[in-house]
């Protein structure tokens, strides 16, 4: 069974930094693309960045391109976001996701670390 284990839970102050990891482990699965997506409070969950994980090619949503940078480390089956410039609208739960080879959509979830950004 795969597992998604994240860490990097934070408060941080507006302007601050933090790095998010995601570490994936168990079963035997081929990964596409890893995603982190995040929830705030009263929000739809939404997607924030995701990395091919072959190609290393990169894709964020508008509000964070240029302050977020995914990236994986192979060898040890993580992957990183460091988020810098952190607004208050950062705030939310962030959820590290992984597709793999021959699914059409995210198909493991990890359980969610809550990122505050105070103002």
């Known amino acids: 069974q795969v597992q998604l284990l994240e860490s990097g839970v934070g408060l941080v102050q507006a302007g601050g930094s933090l790095r998010l990891s995601c570490a994936a482990s168990?079963?035997?699965?081929?990964?596409?693309?890893v995603g982190w997506f995040r929830q705030a409070p009263g929000k739809e969950r939404e997607f924030v960045a995701a990395?091919?994980?072959?190609?290393?090619?990169?894709y964020y949503t508008d509000s964070v391109k240029g302050r977020f940078t995914i990236s994986r480390d192979n060898a040890k089956n993580t992957v990183y976001l460091q988020m810098n410039s952190l607004k208050p609208e950062d705030t939310a739960v962030y959820y590290c996701?992984?597709?793999?080879?021959?699914?059409?959509?995210?198909?493991?979830w990890g359980q969610g670390t809550q990122v505050t950004v105070s103002s």
């Open positions: 990395i091919d994980y072959s190609r290393g090619n990169s």
């Open positions: 168990g079963g035997t699965f081929r990964v596409f693309t």
């Open positions: 996701a992984l597709r793999s080879y021959g699914s059409d959509d995210y198909n493991y």
